[in-house]
Every structure is written in C-alpha cells, then in structure tokens.
C-alpha cells in the first residue's frame, strides 16, 4: 500500500487543522493506520492509532483530548482531526500503515508503509 499525507500547515495555538492520508491499494481496510510526528532536533514519536476495524483507538498522553483519529475504508483515508493546537505540536506529521498481526502501535519500527510527511506549525 502507498500512503500521501496532506493537509498540513500555519495554524495559532488553539486552532484547529484537519491531516489526512490518502492510500492506494485494495487492502487498505485490512490494514492498522498511526500518525508520527518529529520536530525539528528530535525523534519521531507517536501521536494515535486506529485499528484495521476502527474498533479501537491509541493516542499519546500529550494528545489525548485534542486529536482524534478515525479511518473510511471506502474512501481509503485516515483522518487527524487536531484541535486545540499548541506550539509543542509544530513538527511533521507522518502517517503509517501495516498489517495487525500482534501490531505494537507506538513502535515506528513495526510499520512497513509511510507516507512522505506534512508539516504543521502552530504559532504562539
């Protein structure tokens, strides 16, 4: 499966922006989808989750609250809906996809496909 992210941008702190990641591919409903993010001078950490269903969703503690996730399998898209934005949330926003076979969802590691990341930057 190929990921596209997009829909990243210049916001204020307390404003909202909405990502998407776009797949291609027949599978796409079989696969669990997560956002990273990596600021600048740091490593890329997880932001959310969703299961391959939507049955179930992660999130990261500093998130929890603002973002939500949510994936349309018949459109082949997974949503980051992000409100509340504070500047600690600037960075690029990476979407990836894999299969859920006992999926470690925080662990960048255990995904195979990545999309090529959207910058968000939240302004003070």
């Known amino acids: 499966v190929q990921l596209q992210a997009f829909g990243g941008g210049l916001v204020q702190a307390g404003g909202s922006l909405r990502l998407s990641c776009a797949a291609s591919g027949r599978t796409f409903s079989s696969y669990s989808m997560a956002w990273f993010r990596q600021a600048p001078g740091k490593e890329r950490e997880f932001v959310t989750a969703i299961r391959w269903s939507g049955s179930r969703t992660y999130y990261a503690d500093s998130v929890k609250g603002r973002f939500i996730i949510s994936k349309d399998n018949a459109k082949n898209t997974v949503y980051l809906q992000m409100n509340s934005l504070k500047p600690e949330d600037t960075a690029v926003y990476y979407c990836?996809?894999?299969?859920?076979?006992?999926?470690?969802?925080?662990?960048?590691?255990?995904?195979?496909?990545w999309g090529q990341g959207t910058l968000v930057t939240v302004s003070s």
């Open positions: 990836a996809g894999e299969k859920d076979y006992g999926l470690k969802y925080w662990e960048a590691t255990e995904y195979d496909y």
